[in-house]
């Protein structure tokens, strides 16, 4: 596959900088419209998804699951208060076919808690089928989050 044009990688770019951002913000009301209206995201390890298990630690399969999370996180859930700082790679465009992109992008989330203690709490890579909106705007189809380690602290409130 040849390399993809410029405008796209910074169309890409300029995607997972404002997915980031609105979740390291708590402008988590916004995260859910990063995706169209029937999406995938599931956050899983490494070996889970090597295996093709399908379960995730967190799995929606819409964007009003998505929103369902939000509420339930804003409304429901009890969880100390803490919030993500993400540092994301550049993305690699994998493949492209019918309008979908296929990409691939490295991150590393700090965990920031309330007393001030800063963790690193996963690494990974987002698998992501990405495609234009009628609006012209990107959004993911399907994120499926890959974290490198197999442990999880029980407290994965926050998307990632």
């Not at 596959?1 to 910074?10: K, R, V, W």
């Not at 698998?127 to 399907?142: C, I, N, P, Q, T």
Request: charged share 25%.
């Amino acid at each position: 596959m040849g390399a993809p044009a410029p405008e796209l990688n910074s169309r890409l770019i300029q995607l997972h900088a404002e997915y980031a951002r609105a979740i390291d913000d708590g402008n988590f009301e916004a995260w859910p419209e990063f995706f169209v209206e029937n999406c995938l995201y599931k956050l899983t390890t490494a070996d889970n998804y090597a295996q093709g298990m399908e379960a995730g630690v967190m799995y929606a399969d819409s964007r009003n699951m998505l929103r369902d999370r939000i509420s339930a996180l804003r409304v429901a859930n009890i969880y100390e208060r803490h919030r993500y700082r993400h540092l994301v790679g550049l993305p690699v465009v994998l493949g492209s076919e019918k309008g979908v992109i296929r990409s691939e992008a490295p991150f590393m989330v700090v965990r920031i808690m309330r007393d001030g203690t800063m963790d690193l709490f996963a690494t990974g890579r987002y698998l992501d089928l990405v495609e234009e909106s009628k609006d012209g705007s990107l959004r993911f189809r399907e994120r499926i989050v890959v974290c490198d380690s197999n442990r999880f602290d029980t407290l994965v409130a926050i998307p990632l």
